[in-house]
């Protein structure tokens, strides 16, 4: 099913970088693996556009949503770079802090009862992290050492039958940087993961049951 008109009103009016089509996507993906009844986790909150679509499944399934986000950007997003948006900056520290937009995106969407905000560096939660995810959608930082190390935190953690979802797969380097597509590559050639569907650059994987990752 489709998100709610207020639902999608909401993701269309969030601060971020989930273009809608993907974000469909990601909602279908989310609807199926909350059947598994875990939660479902994000790797890159930001604004909390594409959460907005993980809570809304996680609460029709009467599950949580956690997102993770240290919430001072990656390097494409700081001062001088492409993405900056310097609204998103704390003056007082003067780093840039999209936790405050990220709560105020939630609290529009009606949507805070269902996700736990992780702030902090990807693999460090992943390592005190132990608990079954039905999918785990990996959207962070797009360095070689960001996308690695939030592969190999956090895909272990996908239960058999779950999903793994990756944004930003590009194929082709003329389309965008590769790590993206090159954890994507990892897991589909570690044979954990089967393709299920992709739409554009988002990617839908499921773990195998009784594979080692
Ligand atoms: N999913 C968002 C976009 C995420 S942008 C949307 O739909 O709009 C990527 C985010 O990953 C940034 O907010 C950045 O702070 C975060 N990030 C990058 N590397 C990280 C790391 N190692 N640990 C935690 N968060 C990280
Ligand atoms: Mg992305």
């Not at 499944?57 to 900056?84: C, K, L």
């Not at 992290?129 to 996908?158: K, R």
Request: with cysteine; aromatic share 8%; glycine share 10%.
């Amino acid at each position: 099913m489709a998100p709610k008109p207020e639902i999608l009103a909401a993701f269309e009016a969030a601060k971020g970088f989930m273009p809608a089509d993907e974000g469909l996507a990601l909602y279908e993906a989310a609807e199926a693996a909350a059947s598994l009844g875990l939660p479902l986790l994000e790797v890159g909150t930001y604004c909390g556009r594409s959460t907005i679509l993980l809570a809304d499944a996680a609460r029709a399934a009467g599950i949580m949503a956690v997102t993770v986000d240290h919430h001072r950007g990656s390097e494409e997003q700081q001062p001088g770079w492409e993405y900056h948006d310097p609204t998103v900056v704390d003056p007082d520290v003067g780093l840039m802090d999209t936790l405050p937009t990220f709560r105020r995106t939630l609290h529009a969407a009606g949507l805070e009862e269902h996700v736990i905000a992780m702030v902090g560096r990807s693999p460090r939660i992943a390592a005190v992290w132990n608990t079954p995810l039905g999918l785990v959608f990996i959207d962070g930082g797009h360095t070689d050492e960001h996308a690695t190390a939030d592969y190999e935190g956090w895909a272990p953690h996908v239960a058999p039958g779950g999903l793994l979802v990756i944004h930003d797969v590009f194929a082709d380097p003329a389309d965008g940087g590769q790590a993206p597509y090159r954890i994507y590559r990892r897991a589909l050639d570690s044979g954990a993961f089967t393709e299920v569907s992709a739409t554009r650059s988002l990617h839908v994987l499921r773990r195998v049951p009784g594979t080692a990752v």
